[in-house]
């Protein structure tokens, strides 16, 4: 589907609904170094091999990596656009997955045109190529700076990542209580990854709970525990996806299993997003 009939259904899709708002999965982190972004390649890389149309963005508007991590070298990104030196044809690169990526760039106005095209809000065309795939992931850059809370508070839902470390949960914390000050009825969901076993991740998750709980009196769901896996760190190295590069071990089969049931929710209309298990 080229932008021009991408542009077209998504006009079509809001004379019959009225203004239309997509579903849009945004990862973030209280601090970096978590492995937000391998999660998010590896899941929008899953979700593409399953045959859905998936556009993963990276809006790390200082920090993008998401391209590096996939072995990619776009020649253009979204500031590059919103100046109008490129067409939004020429931002998109397709990975050999058949993913879809596009960098962020620097600049304010790229942060309003993604949030816009989030909400389902015009914004120049980019709301059409988000309105026309079947999943976009929105992979936001670490901690609680102005431009992450504004663009976190577009998405639905958001999976926070977290790791068992101290200083992970701190920041986790601090993260899940600005983002619901912004947007009170955002829907917020833990992903704990780099867990040694099952049983960690689970300590990790009560105690983070438990905080919210007390302290900002309402509850956290849990999405996924991710095992820690060496395989991950290989898959960094050579800048391959895990769920590519070393789709049998065990971390690449979590992660296919945990987009393979995010496609299906979305399939069936579930508003819930399950937790995925051992």
């Not at 200082?62 to 776009?74: I, R, V, W």
């Not at 600049?107 to 120049?124: C, N, Q, Y």
């Not at 955002?186 to 704990?192: D, K, R, T, Y």
């Amino acid at each position: 589907m080229t932008l021009h009939q991408a542009q077209g259904l998504a006009r079509r899709m809001t004379a019959r609904r009225g203004t239309t708002r997509p579903r849009i999965l945004g990862i973030v982190s209280g601090k970096g170094g978590v492995g937000k972004s391998a999660l998010a390649i590896n899941l929008a890389t899953s979700a593409a091999r399953t045959g859905a149309r998936t556009i993963l963005v990276d809006g790390d508007l200082g920090l993008a990596n998401a391209d590096l991590l996939m072995g990619l070298l776009p020649r253009h990104d979204l500031a590059q656009w919103c100046r109008g030196i490129v067409s939004l044809e020429q931002v998109v690169c397709r990975a050999p997955s058949g993913v879809e990526v596009i960098v962020a760039g620097r600049g304010g106005e790229v942060a309003r045109r993604i949030r816009d095209a989030a909400l389902g809000r015009p914004a120049e065309g980019l709301e059409a190529v988000v309105a026309s795939r079947d999943l976009t992931v929105l992979d936001l850059g670490a901690g609680i700076g102005e431009d992450v809370l504004d663009l976190a508070g577009a998405c639905d839902p958001v999976w926070l990542v977290a790791t068992p470390e101290p200083t992970s949960l701190a920041d986790a914390y601090a993260t899940a209580k600005r983002l619901w000050e912004r947007r009170p009825s955002l829907e917020i969901e833990l992903v704990v990854n780099r867990a040694s076993d099952r049983a960690e991740g689970e300590r990790t998750y009560r105690a983070l709970a438990r905080l919210v709980e007390r302290f900002l009196d309402r509850p956290l769901a849990l999405r996924s525990i991710l095992p820690e896996d060496p395989a991950m760190t290989r898959a960094v190295s050579t800048q391959v996806p895990v769920v590519l590069g070393e789709p049998d071990t065990a971390i690449a089969r979590r992660l296919r299993l945990l987009a393979e049931s995010m496609l299906e929710e979305r399939r069936g209309g579930t508003r819930g997003w399950q937790t995925v298990g051992d």
